[in-house]
């Protein structure tokens, strides 16, 4: 009977462990690309929804504000229809000009950096007016919440102040704002499990 060279048995035993363990080692990365790319198209998917979902709100903050623009509709806060006209529009505005920048470096296939110019800065302070009319808007609409009326009457004393808002137009601007603070916290939460999740694939790819 016929007997192998333990050396030779050696040998293949050796070989095998070197490709079960090159196997291992190709497959980790495969899974750290994969794992990196789901969290990229997860976070694409996610800014897609969020941004449709703002702009349609956008729309109907003027929509609303130019329904309900009457002072008479809301005496309580005269301001809060013109405030959701304009944060609307300009929310609109930088939407459009914003997601033209982002077609316009997809069509030529590299980033072009954000000139400093007159437009820039111009942009910087519809940024910032619209963060500005945000703020005053959730003063507004809080400062009112507690004693709000949604039935019209008329105070026995002309001095007397008139807490009557509509409520289609008061409820709008309320959960509107409400769903600003909604989408901060899940963006903020939504980040840190994308940080999470990426710093598991490459503490498990080393």
Known sequence: MDTENPTTLQREKS?????????FSDKQPQEGVMGAIATVCCSLVFS???LA??????????AIGSIYLDKDYCPAQKNIAPVLIASGALAIF????????KIRIATDGEEVEEPK???????QIVRFAKLTLFIYLSILVFSLYSHVKYEVYTPTNPDDPNYYCHPTLFIFAFW????VFICLGLGIIFCCCCCCMTALVVSVNK
């Open 48 to 50: 897609l929804i969020i």
């Open 15 to 23: 070989v095998l462990l070197r490709r079960s363990t090159r196997a």
């Open 176 to 179: 509107t704002i409400l769903f």
């Open 117 to 123: 110019d007159c437009c820039y800065f111009f942009l």
């Open 94 to 101: 930088l939407s459009i000009f914003e997601g033209s920048s």
């Open 53 to 62: 979902i703002c702009n349609v709100i956008s729309i109907a903050c003027v």
